[in-house]
């Protein structure tokens, strides 16, 4: 009750409901009333959407034991956690990441998603995780990984697991590879590889996909979610996909285009989940995109489905910690959560941790690392060490020191989420295209580090394009490049559409506009307003003939 109370406050500081209802004593569940609040306003926002009742949809017999279940299940693990000795899971991960030599913020996560890996003894963990790698094949992070979803494997017998192993990959006709690493995800399915393999034919029948493809699937779900997935039919997973569309509540224009398959594929969870649970986040998933267009949340969705099976009262409470740790509005950070929706899934101290962190690295003051993830909401999904590779890798590129390289990040933010090995494909097809020498190349990155963020593919058109619109040599490219830095920033599409349109306007031979452009580059920068704004100038106020214009601009492109 105290946490539903928290998250009403929280509604009311997000100003997505009144204060005055904090007055009112409350008829019922507190938590039932703020996603009544959030359907209101989600109807307030999409006007067309016919909302539907979950309240109809949860009131199933099924949903009724299966939370009733879930219930006694949680108090008796909660009466069990009494009784047993608390574990520092922070210190445990430090320790299991120092014993093993592994990331840091991976091990973190991982001990913080299943912290019944803590228990295991710190030394079995040394000694035979190694042995279990090396059996299945897999790195020593995958190993840990499996460990983590099912204890008790760290005691299993290595060569019975690889024999299981080569048991279902016979039986669904797979590399026995394959199977080693799905079973490194969900060691569950080396329970009974005959059993395994015919849910994974009969999984791949109802969804029309693989039997391959339906074991990736299973070796993504966890251990209570596996069990449900099992126990369905055919039937009842073909059932289940427009059941969860329909859960949803969207209008059926914006849900047209949301391919479930593909949603279950990125996160098969949705098929065990409860639809009154995932209404639920759906309602709370309104809150936070109350002021994007329906097609905009549908594709969200696409993206990112596991926020379908996060229980609504986080999703709440993170949102609240993001509004409240970014300081922005609800609109800027509806456009945030709308690029990078795993936000939603980040707990509000961990987003206070990496803005401090970004801060104290980039030695900037917190207010401007906000701006800079305004921009590129996915830096709040970096580490610390990540990000401090990110900036050393570009400090050498560049050949700057440390503040020039922040300084390029601050211009152009993702390039911080780039690889080092993509970074420097681009730059050396810059230094190629060019013929400068490289600190004339590095000090145009630095006036237009956005360049660097182009795909290898889109610098490659642009460059080409330019050479072959304006005319020019290797070595003009070059000098026209320090020119206009922002020549190749353009893309292809938009320079063609700009040259044709500059020669439309001015009716002269496309070798003339390509030299006029080699003298005046700017001249693209200015736009077609500006064109056509000045050459009306030129024929109304100035009077002159359409002949006597053409051979002004000639003379004097600046014109």
């Not at 034991?65 to 009494?82: F, G, K, L, P, Y």
């Not at 917190?366 to 060490?385: N, W, Y």
């Not at 922002?486 to 349109?501: A, D, K, P, T, Y």
Request: net charge positive; with cysteine.
């Amino acid at each position: 009750m105290a946490s539903q109370v928290c998250l009403l406050h929280a509604h009311v500081l997000a100003g997505t409901i009144h204060p005055t209802l904090l007055a009112h004593r409350p008829q019922g569940s507190c938590g039932a009333a703020l996603l009544s609040h959030s359907a209101a306003v989600a109807r307030q926002a999409w006007p067309n959407s016919r909302r539907l009742n979950h309240r109809s949809i949860a009131s199933s017999s099924a949903i009724r034991a299966r939370r009733r279940n879930s219930r006694q299940e949680r108090d008796s693990e909660a009466e069990q956690s009494v009784e047993e000795p608390q574990i520092d899971l922070g210190r445990r991960a430090e320790a299991i990441s120092s014993q093993l030599q592994l990331h840091p913020g991976r091990v973190h996560s991982l001990v913080r998603r299943n912290p019944a890996i803590a228990a295991v003894p710190l030394a079995r963990l040394r000694k035979e995780l190694p042995a279990l790698a090396h059996v299945l094949g897999v790195p020593l992070h995958q190993a840990l990984f499996m460990v983590a979803r099912q204890p008790s494997v760290i005691d299993a017998d290595t060569l019975q697991l690889q024999r299981s192993c080569e048991q279902l990959a016979a039986a669904v006709q797979l590399p026995v590879e394959q199977v080693m690493f799905m079973a490194a995800r969900q060691p569950a399915l080396l329970a009974s590889p005959a059993r395994m393999a015919a849910e994974a034919q009969k999984l791949g029948a109802a969804l029309g996909c693989s039997t391959r493809g339906a074991l990736q699937l299973l070796s993504r779900l966890g251990s209570e979610q596996l069990h449900s997935v099992l126990s369905m039919s055919s039937s009842t997973v073909l059932q289940r996909l427009p059941e969860v569309v329909e859960a949803l509540g969207l209008p059926s224009d914006s849900t047209r285009k949301l391919d479930m398959l593909h949603l279950v594929a990125k996160h098969p969870g949705v098929l065990a989940a409860s639809l009154g649970d995932i209404g639920r986040s759906t309602d709370a998933l309104l809150v936070a995109f109350q002021q994007s267009p329906p097609l905009t949340f549908a594709a969200v969705l696409g993206r990112c489905p596991s926020l379908l099976t996060l229980p609504a009262e986080q999703i709440l409470a993170n949102y609240q910690g993001l509004l409240l740790q970014l300081g922005v509005s609800r609109g800027t950070l509806a456009r945030m959560l709308a690029k990078h929706p795993q936000l939603l899934r980040a707990a509000p101290e961990s987003i206070a941790v990496k803005l401090r962190a970004m801060a104290y690295q980039l030695y900037l003051p917190q207010g401007q690392v906000v701006s800079m993830c305004v921009r590129q909401p996915a830096l709040l999904s970096k580490d610390s060490e990540s990000l401090a590779a990110a900036l050393a890798s570009l400090q050498g590129l560049l050949g700057s020191n440390y503040q020039t390289a922040v300084a390029a990040a601050v211009r152009a933010p993702n390039l911080l989420l780039w690889q080092p090995a993509s970074l420097q494909r681009k730059h050396a097809m810059l230094l190629q295209a060019s013929q400068l020498p490289a600190v004339r190349v590095n000090a145009l990155l630095l006036q237009q580090p956005g360049l660097l963020t182009l795909s290898v593919d889109q610098l490659a058109g642009s460059i080409s394009c330019a050479k072959q619109l304006l005319e020019l040599s290797t070595a003009e490219l070059g000098e026209l490049l320090l020119k206009d830095p922002q020549l190749l920033i353009r893309g292809s599409r938009v320079l063609q559409e700009q040259v044709h349109e500059l020669q439309e306007y001015l009716a002269l031979p496309a070798s003339t506009i390509a030299d006029l452009l080699r003298r005046c580059p700017g001249i693209l920068a200015a736009g077609s307003a500006v064109w056509l704004a000045n050459i009306t100038t030129l024929l109304e106020v100035l009077q002159l003939t359409p002949q006597q214009v053409q051979a002004a601009v000639v003379t004097k492109p600046q014109l």
